[in-house]
């Protein structure tokens, strides 16, 4: 299975930022649209944001909008998700993964395949 690698996550300030990496090291992302999602340890997993391969179409979960952006270096094979006005409720560990959905489907954050380790982000004074 590919694995992805997350870093970047944190403890941040309300109000504050923080940019994630999703990076691979085995394979090239190019040719994946790519999620992410967060989890609260006992809730159900949130897909956030997703980015299609050729980066030119994203999507955002009503939460977020406005305050994260995603976006990709495929040069770089990286994924980033850039977080600003950070709220104690965006706290959870960020994954990212390969999905087999086109972003722009409307089911594609069940559609996670590939997963990374995943990183926390807490959010707190």
């Known amino acids: 299975q590919l694995q992805l690698v997350e870093s970047g996550g944190g403890l941040v300030q309300p109000g504050g930022s923080l940019t994630l990496s999703c990076t691979a090291s085995?394979?090239?992302?190019?040719?994946?649209?790519i999620g992410w999602f967060r989890q609260v340890p006992g809730w159900e997993r949130e897909g956030v944001s997703c980015?299609?391969?050729?980066?030119?179409?994203?999507k955002y979960v009503d939460s977020v909008k406005g305050r994260f952006t995603i976006s990709r270096d495929n040069d770089k094979n990286t994924i980033y998700l850039q977080m600003n006005s950070l709220k104690p409720e965006d706290t959870a560990i960020y994954y990212c993964?390969?999905?087999?959905?086109?972003?722009?489907?409307?089911?594609?954050?069940?559609?996670?395949?590939?997963w990374g380790q995943g990183t926390q982000v807490t959010v707190s004074s």
């Open positions: 085995e394979f090239t992302l190019d040719y994946y649209a």
């Open positions: 993964a390969t999905l087999k959905y086109y972003c722009s489907n409307a089911m594609w954050a069940a559609g996670g395949e590939s």
């Open positions: 980015i299609s391969d050729s980066g030119y179409y994203t």
